[in-house]
């Protein structure tokens, strides 16, 4: 692959650079013979047409990847295992008493706390190390473990000594073990730098100054939900019906320029993993907080906030697979010269609307290059789907047990909650029921516009289907890409549950006691 940094350096770096994909799996018998002839075979590993690579062992090396699961077996523990983690993270284990003296935080601060963190760590670092070395994309157990103690430690012993000093939590209180877990991602990709990459040359810092970039955006995405969450309680969206209709769009909006801004910024990554961070990760954080705020919806009547939730993800949906067709193309084309022309003053470029079909796999759908953007959106969808389906699936499991589980008291789900500054109503049984309902209706809808959408592509877009399958027909296959997933999914939903709870007085941060 080609890397924008390695016209910097010397041979010496640029022998150092990954040559190869790290997902797309391609069997001994789909290398044909002009792959062998514009290329070269060094045992098992194929360098076929340029930029376009494949790696037969890499499903089978590092963590995750010795997995002999089948397909369905993958999918099942991807999707419903998440949930069930936070299941028992938030709703089982007791919590304790969060204003009382430290020992009654004892449980939160060593486990509820310290391992909602830790997930997001690990995700977060999987991720860097995958863009840092695409012939690795999972190293070593101990990678791993190391990351996961250095994390569990800094959260862990901050916390304990800040509930040594005082007992009690503040309003916003979340922002600190957040900052924890920020400085504990510096510290971690600084210094795993001696144990995944031995070359002397600039690299490693040179990708991670790109990735930095990545850590940004998301970090500060979190904070943009969170406060998005919030809106909803302070507008009171069940007296506010048009504020609760305006949220779903507004964070649409957000989503969007947040994508553009990844998308940017991931150019330089191996492809599979660009997508995964702009494509998924970003959509599933936006839709695990988004099925937050089922409830504060719940007994709107119409039901108008469902509504606008409903709507704007299904016109996405919609919108992406009109994104696949011919006339939206030409549109995007001309629009886009148009708009530079107006906003530059410069005359359009001869040529500058022409539409290239150059099938370059590598492609990230930026320019012209009808197939490369073709592939995105269609990869963008499939995401979508994978996305929404999953948010559901944890509403739909988890909601339960924060509701009338023994640590109740510590989520706005809760019957008990009637906030003592705000004077929120108290969320009853029939709103509930409306809101798993929703979450029901939704992920059927999810689903049926995901069947919708494989057929169009499948009998409407045949050439991108057929290049889909060619370069990623084996994902749905490999522990290495559902690890990803799995990351992604328990991560987001981690932190999605923990916006909730009291003890950060995010959804609480008016709330000088926890509902009684």
Known sequence: MAYRAASRESAHYKDHLPQ???LTVLPEDRIGPADREEGSVEGRRVTLHPRTTAIIDAPRSGFWSHLRWKRWQLMAVTFFLPPVLAFFLFGVIPLGAPNDSRNEKLVWIFVTNA???????????????????ETKPWRSKSVYITVALLSYAMQSGIMFGIFTAQDST?????????????????IMTLGLRPFVWTCGCSFYRDRLVQFAKVMVVMFVYVILLSGWVMLYREIDARE??????????????????????????????PIEIAMLISGLWLENLDDVFQVLVFPTAADLKPSATFAAIWLRKFAENIAYIAFLTDHWFRFRVWIKVFLKSKFTGKTPQEGATDIIDDDELDDRGHSNN?????????QFLMYKI?????????FIIVAPILRFGQNDDFYPLSKKVSASQNDLNTLEDDDFRNAIGFAVISFFTSLLTGVIAYKFIHYKRPEVFDQLRQLYGSLFASPVYYGFVFAIFVSSQMMGTAVLQYQYRIWFWQDSDPPK
């Open 115 to 133: 391992f909602t963190f830790l997930a997001f760590n690990i995700c977060i670092i999987s991720i860097w190390l995958a863009c840092l070395d």
């Open 170 to 186: 503040f309003e916003l209180f979340g922002v600190i073990p957040y900052g924890i877990n920020v400085c504990a991602v510096i």
């Open 240 to 269: 506010n019906v048009a504020g609760g209709v305006a949220l779903p769009f507004m964070l649409l909006l957000v989503v969007f320029i947040l994508k553009k801004v990844l998308l940017a910024v991931t150019d330089d990554f």
């Open 20 to 22: 190869l994909k790290l």
């Open 386 to 394: 994978l996305s929404q389906c999953s948010a559901n699936i944890y």
């Open 370 to 378: 009808k197939p490369g953007y073709l592939r995105r959106q269609a």
